[in-house]
């Protein structure tokens, strides 16, 4: 392989890695301050996709409103869940959690594919993006898409945002302390179960964010977010259930690895994200950057 075909391949594992930080990044928050494993959150990525694609076709919105639009919409969907279903489940079994949102994405899944097929008589649909973004940009060391650029810089921006939130701010403080020990919150006259709703809305909105920026690359379909779910909670564990700024450095490094991984011995492409969670647990059950269990 030459330098230019690795350059590219770096290049295209950050993209592949900008999608899983985000979606790890929701999966943290959500588990890291409710202790729920959500396995909607492919679902809710897709539906993120599905609703900029849809804002389009029955409103003529363009790619930077269904940006802001999309993600705010899966978060109050997100919830509206929470607050109706999942809060039914908390303090039980974290397996009735689990079987919850296995449903629930099922139900999304299907509901949206015969949508799709009922109104625009598509199983799939591509997705356009901006202008602004068509073309590729001459970097100096390799020439590469504008828009897989901006995916990128968007997403390390949001992450590292979002990170900054709840571990440096008042306001991280609280969502922190509400789900550490709420009774002792509750006593400063903090509303927890808004709090939780609004994290929770968060989480999934993430997960919203990275459908609507993966739309114009991977086009959008129900199932668009079935594959990378589970590689996702691989990139969770390696990095460390909960650990939030592990999530996302973990997704960006496992990109970049599969991606040259995979140029350098293709049989090795669908596998070598779990042969590395397999390692990363024989080492370190709980993560590379993951607290061990009795210090929590």
Excluded at 34 to 53: D, E
Excluded at 182 to 202: D, E, H, L, Q, Y
Aim: charged share 5%.
């Amino acid at each position: 392989m030459n330098t230019q075909l690795l350059l590219i391949q770096v290049f295209n594992g950050l993209v592949n890695g900008a999608f899983y930080a985000l979606l790890s990044l929701g999966l943290a928050v959500i588990f890291g301050m409710l202790r729920i494993v959500n396995f909607m959150h492919g679902a809710l990525y897709m539906l993120g996709a599905f609703t900029a694609f849809a804002l389009g076709q029955a409103f003529g919105l363009g790619f930077w409103p269904s940006l802001i639009l999309a993600p705010i919409l899966v978060g109050l969907l997100g919830m509206v869940l929470e607050r109706t279903l999942l809060s039914r489940l908390y303090g039980l079994d974290p397996s009735y959690n689990l079987l919850l949102t296995f449903g629930l994405t099922l139900l999304t899944q299907d509901l949206v594919k015969q949508f799709m097929l009922s109104h625009y008589a598509v199983s799939s649909a591509p997705y356009t993006p901006p202008a602004a973004l068509a073309g590729v940009v001459n970097l100096g060391f390799v020439v590469f898409p504008k828009y897989r650029l901006f995916v990128i810089v968007l997403s390390l921006v949001i992450c590292l945002l979002t990170w900054f939130i709840i571990e440096k701010t008042r306001v991280g403080a609280i969502i922190r302390a509400s789900t550490e020990n709420p009774t002792v919150t509750r006593a400063f006259g903090i509303n927890v179960s808004k709090w939780v709703t609004g994290v929770f809305g968060v989480g999934v909105g993430l997960a919203g964010l990275a459908g609507v920026l993966a739309a114009p690359i991977y086009s959008v379909e129900p199932y668009m977010g079935a594959e990378l779910i589970i590689t996702t909670f691989a990139v969770v564990v390696i990095g460390g259930l909960g650990s939030i700024l592990g999530s996302v450095i973990t997704g960006f490094a496992v990109g970049v690895l599969a991606a040259v991984g995979s140029a350098l011995y293709p049989p090795i492409a669908n596998t070598l994200v779990f042969i590395l969670m397999a390692l990363v647990l024989l080492v370190r059950p709980s993560g590379l950057f993951g607290l061990p269990e009795g210090a929590k």
